[in-house]
C-alpha cells in the first residue's frame, strides 16, 4: 500500500502493510479513509508487536522480514492440486538440501530441485540461501508433511494438498430447493419447550420424501454457554467447533431406557413441564429449557455405558483430542466458577497446572461435559442420515457463525491464535453510520499461520462432520476483517487482511472429504476479484431478493448469478409477510433506530414493493390487477416473489419456513441487543397460532403455493 496520502507516519504504515493492516480503505460510498495512526498501532499491538518508538518499529520490521529466512521451512505449505508449486527450503548459502513428501498414507515422495535463482540473505551473521523443490501437480489431497535435510540439519512442516475447486454439480444437479429455519424457533408436541434435532430430522424426512426438498438450512448450532443465562444469538457463541447440548432430544439417548422407574417419572416429570409451554406464544426461555435438560441428562450419564457404547465414546474423545477436552473443562470451570470474570487467576490459561489440578479434581464433571458431545456427534449423524435417506441430495447445510464470544471457550482455549484487545465489525455505511462492534476477538493472521491453520482445520471438520452443505457466514471474513480496538469507537477500526488462499483451500479440502457443499454469504459491496475468487473454488455465493438491486434498479431475476443460494429473505429480516406489511419500518420506528422519518420509511417500503410488483406482472408471475392495499393482493405478491426466485437461475432456493406458515414476527433486530427479543420469538401463523412441527408435516396443504412456486417443475417423459 502506498503511503503517500497516508496519515500514518511511514514507518508504522510500512509495518502495517507488511501485516496487513489497513491505513486507509475505501468505504461503501466509494470515499477514502484514512485510518488513525491511533487505531494503527493499536492493531499492530494486538499482533505483538512493540511500536511505542521508532526504533522499536524499527526493530518489528527487520523481524518480520527475517522470519521465514531464520527457518528451514514455512510453518505450513498450503497448495491447491492442479498446478506446480515452489517449495523454499533455506539453508547455509551453498549448501546441498533434498526434500520429499511423507503422505497422509505413508508413501514418500521425493521432490526434485527446481532454479530458481534468490539472492541469499545475511541472517545473524549467516549467509542464507534459499533452494527451490518443485511440489507436483498431481500431489495427492490431503494433510501431509514435508521434510527437508541439509547435512545435519533437518526440518519438517505440514503440507496441504487442496482440491482446484469443489464440485457442487456433483452434489445438486441442476437445482435444489430447500427449507430455512430457526431450529430452536421450530417445536414440536414432543420438544422440551424449544426446536432439537428430533425435530429437525421430521422436517427432513417430511420435506425430502413428500416434497423433493434437496436440504434444509439451520441457525448454527454452536454452544452457548451452560451457565446462566444462555446467550440467545446463535451468531455469538462460546465456541464455533462444538454444538449446543440444548439442542439434543433427551428420549432418543440410548441410556434413557436404562433409567430405573423413578428416575424415568421425574425425567418426564420435567419434559411435560416444558411440553405446555409448546402451545403457547410466550418467549423462547433456554435457560428453563437447558436447567430441565441437564438434570435429564445428568441423570442418563449416571446411568453408565455398556462395553460397546464405551468403546465408541473413548473413540470420539480419542478423535476429537485436546480441543474437545479444553471445551468440557471449560464448561466445567463455569460449572464450579460461574462467569469467567469471577474464576480464579490461575485458571486462565487452559495448559496451566491449576487447570490440570482441576481437570483432575473435577473429572467427572469433564467427562459430562465430553459426553455431551458425543451425543450431540450421534443425533446429528442420524438427522444427516435420516436426510439423505429422505432423498435429499444435500441434505442438512449448517451454518457458522462469524466469530465467539470474548468470554467463550474459544476465546480461553484458543487465546494464542485469537487477538485479544480486539472486537470485530463492520465499518460505517448507509444502515448503521457509527460502524458495529460485534465484540468478537479474530484470529490472528499470523499466529494462524504459525499453528499451520490447525485450529481453523480442527473446527471445520467437527462442524462438517455430518453436514451435506455449510454456509459461512460473513464469508468475507476469510479475505479480510474489520478490527475495533477496545476503547475506541466502532467506526474508528481498520481493515486487517487475511492469507484467503490458505483459508479457502482449507475449507475445501475439508468440504470435500466430508463431501458437502459451500454456500459463502457473500452480501453488501464485494469486490469483483473476491466473488471471482470464490466461484473459482466452486463456493456459492448468496442472493437475497430484497438486495438484488443496483444503483436504484431492480436486477431483475433472470440476470441473477446462477452459482448461488436464493431466497426471498434472510433471517436478520422480518418474514416475507411481514417484510410487506413494513414490520422492519414499525420495529425500528417504535425502538427509536429510523435514521429518516417513518413516513418517509413507509413510503419507500411502498415503492419497493410497487416496483418489484411491476417486473414481477411484466414477466408474467403475479397477475396485473392485484391490489396491494389488500391482504389477499400482499398474500398474491409473497407467492410472485418466490416464482421469481424460483425462476432464478440460482443453483440452490431456499423459502423460509416462516415464509410457508405465514408467520410475520422478525427473529432478529440488527443494531439492537435486550430492545427486541432477538432470537426468542416462536414460530407462529400470520394470525400468531404456534405452529408445531406436526401442524407442517401432518397438515392437509403439503403443497402450499410457497412451496410449488420454487420447485423445480416436474421432468416430463
Known sequence: MSTADSHVPDDLARLADAYGVATQYWDQAGALVHVS???????????????????????????????DWRRMLPPVYVMRAGADQRLWVHVPDGRPAAAWVLTEDGDRIDLAQIDHWVEPVEVDGVLVGETSFRLPADLPLGWHVVHAESDARRATAPLVVAPRSLDPDAITGDRQWGLMTQLYAMRSRGSWGLGDL????????????????????????????????????????????????????????????????????????????????????????????????????????RAGLDRARADAYLAFREGEGDGLRDFATWCAIGDVHGAPADWPADLGR???????AFRAEHAELVDFHMWLQWLLDEQLARTQAVAREAGMAIGVMHDLAVGVHPEGADAWALQDVLASGI??????????????????????????AEAAFAPYRDMLRTVLAHAGGLRIDHVLGLFRLWWVPDGMPAYAGTFVRYDFEAMLAILMLEAHR????????????????????????????????????????????????????ASVTVHDLPPTAGYLRDEHVRIRAELGLLTTPEAVERANAANERAAWADLLVEHGWLAPDVDLSTD????????????????????????????????????????????YPNWRVPLTDADGTPVLVEDLVDGPDLLSPLVAAVRPAPTVG
Open 514 to 565: 466430508a463431501g458437502a457443499l459451500v454456500v459463502g454469504e457473500d452480501l453488501g459491496t464485494v469486490e469483483p476479484w473476491v466473488a471471482q475468487a470464490l466461484a473459482d473454488r466452486g463456493i456459492l455465493g448468496t442472493s437475497i431478493l430484497w438486495f438484488e438491486a443496483e444503483n436504484g434498479q431492480l436486477r431483475d431475476p433472470l440476470a441473477w448469478r446462477g452459482e448461488v443460494l
Open 198 to 301: 428430533h425435530d429437525l430430522a421430521t422436517v427432513a424426512r417430511w420435506s425430502g420424501s413428500e416434497l423433493g426438498a434437496g436440504f434444509v438450512l439451520i441457525n448454527p448450532l454452536h454452544a452457548a454457554s451452560p451457565v446462566p443465562p444462555m446467550a440467545p444469538s446463535p451468531y455469538l457463541p462460546v465456541t464455533r467447533r462444538f454444538a449446543n447440548p440444548i439442542y439434543l432430544r433427551v428420549e432418543d439417548v440410548p441410556e434413557y431406557a436404562s433409567l430405573s422407574p423413578a428416575v424415568a417419572a421425574r425425567v418426564d416429570e420435567l419434559a411435560a413441564q416444558l411440553r405446555r409451554l409448546n402451545a403457547t406464544t410466550d418467549l423462547l426461555d433456554r435457560d428453563a429449557v437447558w436447567a430441565a435438560k441437564r438434570v435429564a441428562l445428568e441423570a442418563i450419564h
Open 37 to 67: 495512526p491511533e487505531t494503527v498501532a493499536a492493531v499492530l499491538a494486538a499482533l505483538g508487536l512493540d511500536v511505542t518508538t521508532a526504533e522499536s518499529i524499527a526493530d518489528a520490521l527487520e523481524e518480520k522480514r527475517l522470519r
Open 632 to 675: 389477499a393482493g400482499l398474500e398474491a405478491l409473497e407467492v410472485a416473489l418466490h416464482r421469481a426466485v424460483g425462476a432464478s437461475p440460482a443453483r440452490l432456493v431456499g423459502i423460509g419456513v416462516p415464509d410457508v406458515v405465514g408467520d410475520r414476527r422478525a427473529q432478529n433486530q440488527p443494531g439492537t441487543d435486550q430492545e
Open 350 to 356: 487452559p495448559d496451566s497446572p491449576a487447570v490440570e
Open 423 to 448: 472486537g470485530v465489525g463492520a465499518p460505517p455505511d448507509m444502515y448503521n453510520q457509527m460502524g458495529q462492534n460485534w465484540s468478537q476477538p479474530p484470529w490472528r493472521p499470523d499466529a494462524l
